[in-house]
């Protein structure tokens, strides 16, 4: 039997694919079972954002696996260590929980946000007010704060305590802004809602607002996050910094890791016994994440993955002005969507039959985000394909 019949056979039948099984990837490249070589622009949806087997990410591997894997949070490792003084330094943040994925990083945020008021007797203080279209996990609690229906449908009773209001209108945060709120949690750049930018002016006031009523912001960076956007952290864009953020996917460019960062203050709502992870922030996914977060925290890097954002972004309105069928570009960085008039699996097939690999969100959005390695030749033959499917 082969790959594809044993998966259909015996694994939950819970994801659409794409109806390729995948057995190599170098760089920016991936190769089929048949042999056939795709360029990759959806980096296993954000996560490869090094490209896949990067030499040094496979080097770290290979040593932290002969060194130590795994001892238990209830010792000391130096990787783990050695991650999360490297994270604080370079971010807002003073103090880290790490987690196996963006779900659970996102869980911990939620926790941290309720137990930070009622620690101090705050009881009725729980609420979290989320974004319409926004996306935060699969979990119970994330399900319940993510902002789409579909994603609820068949769970209920969900949790209660959340509340959803549209994104980028500051009004009506205004109007569900109350005493009873420890809350507000947003995507910078919302990623499977349909690659929607925060305004600048939004943000601002949304920190604002929570400043005046003592209210929390978490940011989920878990998509926009390290280096996707052009800077280190897709805040960093807005100049508005959050009290606790979530990152996730490209944090171990493969391995499962995810961690929820905060500042001293919002820490205080964990205490000994709070929060845990059996596997949160092993040797292995630290030693890994830490060369991760080296590699694309230089400011050459980031540089390079703003430009040729910048660079892919322009070809792509270029597009929109000489094809009706493709009718809006957004993002910032790498990460990107081209809304188009008609179903995105149309060009989701088209695009793989040409040998590249990207998604489509939101039934009429196609997704961008490549590994960031990626080069100016890779953005010209995809814009060429594009060209000749519109
Ligand atoms: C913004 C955001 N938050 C949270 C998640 C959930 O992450 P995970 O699938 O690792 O649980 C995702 C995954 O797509 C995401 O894009």
Redesign the pocket.
């Known amino acids: 039997m082969d790959t594809i019949k044993k998966t259909e056979n015996f694994v939950f039948q819970t994801y659409m694919r794409q109806g390729k099984a995948f057995v190599k990837g170098q760089g920016q490249f991936l190769w089929d079972e048949d042999g056939k070589k795709y360029t990759d622009f959806l980096a296993g ?2 996560v490869c954002s090094l490209g896949h087997c990067h030499p040094m990410i496979t080097e770290a591997i290979n040593e932290q696996a002969q060194t130590l894997l795994h001892v238990s949070n209830l010792f000391y490792t130096p990787p783990q260590a050695a991650l999360a003084a490297d994270l604080c330094e370079k971010s807002f943040a003073d103090r880290i929980f790490f987690s196996n ?6 869980e911990a945020a939620i926790k941290l946000a309720r137990r930070y008021f009622q620690k101090n007797g705050e009881k009725n203080r729980y609420k979290i007010i989320t974004m319409k279209q ?5 979990t119970m609690a ?1 399900l319940t704060a993510t902002g789409q229906d579909k994603i609820k449908d068949g769970f209920y009773p969900i949790l209660e305590g959340f509340s959803y209001v549209s994104f980028n209108d500051i009004d009506a945060l205004k109007n569900e802004l109350d005493k009873t709120v420890c809350a507000v949690m947003l ?1 910078p750049i ?3 809602g349909g690659i929607i930018p925060a305004d600048e002016t939004y943000l601002k006031a949304v920190r604002k607002l929570c400043n005046d009523t003592g209210t929390l912001l978490i940011f ?5 996050g390290l280096g996707r956007c052009g800077k280190l952290f897709a805040h960093e864009l807005y100049g508005v910094t959050p009290d606790i953020m ?1 990152l ?2 490209a944090l171990g460019n493969g391995l499962p890791i ?1 961690a929820m960062l905060a500042t001293e203050d919002a820490a205080k709502g964990f205490d000994y016994g709070s929060h845990a992870s059996t596997f949160g922030g092993n040797p292995l996914v630290t030693a890994v994440a830490r060369e991760v977060v080296n590699i694309i925290s230089e400011p050459s890097f980031l540089n390079d993955v703003e430009q040729k954002g910048q660079y892919f972004r322009n070809a792509l309105i270029k597009l929109t002005q000489n094809h009706s069928r493709a009718v809006s570009v957004r993002g910032k960085g790498l990460l990107i969507g081209l809304e188009v008039d008609t179903d995105a699996t149309f060009f989701v097939s088209g695009l793989m039959k040409k040998g590249f690999i990207i998604n489509g969100i939101q039934d009429k959005v196609l997704r961008f985000a490549p590994p960031l390695i990626i080069e100016k030749n890779d953005i010209d033959r995809l814009i060429e394909a594009l060209d000749s499917l519109l």
Request: hydrophobic residues 25%; proline residues 0%; glycine residues 14%.
């Open positions: 949806i954000a994925s963006g779900a659970e990083a996102n926004s996306f935060h996990g699969r994330t995507e919302q990623g499977e989920d960076e878990i998509q926009c979530t996730a996917k995810g």
